[in-house]
């Protein structure tokens, strides 16, 4: 066990830290050992702790809905200048009332951090996944082509399926998810609220179509095909100035 | 919400046809970052220049940045206006290059969702204002968004900007695509941003043209079904952009005699021709 930092020696007497030293503690966070106890490098420290469990999910270690709705707006923000494709994906434990009523409340836990782990075990570094809230998690997706995106969502939704979780010694339970999602609009600045609205309607989609599959909205096909492109590039002319 | 009058309005309906209107002219690119705002904001001054009475209407509803481009304030906009903070008169704001400009300001398409009623607003704005001008110029935004198609499709003429990067080119040739096909566009004006020899602004609009020959005129029914690409300059890529960008002003007046800058006004000759 690391030596826990005393909060009576911080050279900052004016900051009162026990509550965030206390919350630190709890949450697992571990101080730096090397940073001196209420030197600048230590209170960088408490900082960053308190960003960091002030992001995430308590019971599951997921980013929380605060911080899929900072991601989701930088995305916004890069879809708008950049161009690029951006998906998010809604996902929503199926018939999660029923873990619940069956086998309690503390299942139901156990059943939310598997799947946690499980969306955990699908995404490239560069992706956000959330709990959005209850049983429902969000995954922003950037750089993701329209192509790609049926398929991207079908392994989650896959992934979640060969899970189990364990709920007691010997006692395993599986559910599945279903998973609405939608494609940012390419050089438009859409809003979070809009853009969650649509891959909402999927999830429902999802959900009435009877569950455990992957409902994307139709993203706009490409409107120049590859024959095109290549009689755009293709012909020498442009090296005829050279 | 209501809309307040524009002061501006015509005296009585009665006039309103025998008005003579200016001519609209929307800008668009397809690919954002090729200089559409900048060539808008600069042609906009070389046409002054020769005469016209110029209006450039910020119609990037989502992503305005013609006030930035122009170092513009206040930055009253056509929201105000429908907010009735203020005027459609006040609204118009003189620009450096001795233009008027008009600002469509962010809040007025809520998240680049184009409703009925802001299609509505805005169809009564220009046609208030293109009587008291000779040229209006509608700056869209990038991509091809419904904002941006209806934006053009209030335009007598589309100016298309493109560079000769390959992205921008395919983003340019779908917007023709789209234009030509949805809009039934049959002549589409083209300036080549940032050309780094002279004669690429020629070659690129030959190799469009030859795209649109082979794959755009088929999907166009009727004997009438030819899409022209009418080449109305080429910019150089210059230094002297870049400097006019980040000092946020008119390339026009900052650097006059740069290649760029004389580029864009033999770019309005060749318009006014």
Redesign the interface.
Known sequence: MSARPQPTKTSAPSLRLDAALQLLEQSGHVLPELAEVGKQAWLQAVVDGLCEISSRDALTGLANRRQFELALAREIDRV??A?EPALVLMIDIDHFKKVNDTHGHPAGDLVLKAVARALHDCIRPMDTVARFGGEEFAMILPNCPPSFGQQVAERVRAKVQGRSATIAPGQEVSVTVSIGGAFA???????AP?WIERADQQLYRAKSEGRNRACLEQPTVS???A???S???G?S??Q??E | MTSRRPSTDPASPADKSAAKRGRIMAVTSGKGGVGKTFMAANLAAALTRQGERVLVLDADLGLANLDVVLNLFPKVTLHDVFTGKCTLEEAILPAPGGFSVLLAGSGLVEYSRLTPEVREQLLKVIETVAPHFDRILLDTGAGISDVVLFAVSLADEVLVVATPEPTSLTDAYATIKVLATQQQRRAIQLVVNQVSRTGEGRVIRGQLQQVVDRYVTPLIEGPDNAVKLNLLGEVPSDLAVREAVQRRRLLLELLPGSPAAKAIVAVATKLLA
């Open positions: 708008a200048r161009g609009p390419q050089w438009v600045r859409s809003s809009l409107l120049v095909s024959e095109e492109k009689l755009l590039f012909t002319q442009l005829d100035l």
